[in-house]
């Protein structure tokens, strides 16, 4: 049984850090790519940043380039959102996912879904 498991969210400042987990068991997990998704009240759900399976191709959304930044690690199974100079507008339920996907930004090509991880930027 496939399982990912987001961690990290919290509360945090405005120009403050976090940096979100996403541990995967039940698959081959460098065999999958690893995508970061968000979801804020009332919007839609939305592509945050995306990773091959071996990690040496990535893509980051326009809003976050420059202050997110995903990586992996395939020996423990996990892959990693870094978030730096958070943003009130960045406040969402973060989504880890994997799937074998050719385009990142594709909600529909992912297999497998995390619970979500709750992330709250105050000004």
């Known amino acids: 049984q496939v399982q990912l498991v987001e961690s990290g969210g919290g509360l945090v400042q405005a120009g403050g850090s976090l940096r979100l987990s996403c541990s995967a068991s039940?698959?081959?997990?460098?065999?999958?790519?690893v995508g970061w998704f968000r979801q804020a009240p009332g919007k839609e759900r939305e592509f945050v940043a995306g990773i091959s399976g071996g990690g040496s191709r990535t893509e980051h959304a326009d809003s976050v380039k420059g202050r997110f930044t995903i990586s992996r690690d395939n020996t423990k199974n996990t892959g990693y959102l870094q978030m730096n100079s958070l943003k009130p507008e960045d406040t969402a339920v973060y989504y880890c996912?994997?799937?074998?996907?050719?385009?990142?930004?594709?909600?529909?090509?992912?297999?497998?879904w995390g619970q979500g991880t709750q992330v709250t930027v105050s000004s």
């Open positions: 039940g698959l081959t997990f460098s065999s999958f790519a």
């Open positions: 996912a994997a799937g074998a996907v050719i385009r990142f930004r594709t909600v529909s090509g992912y297999n497998y």
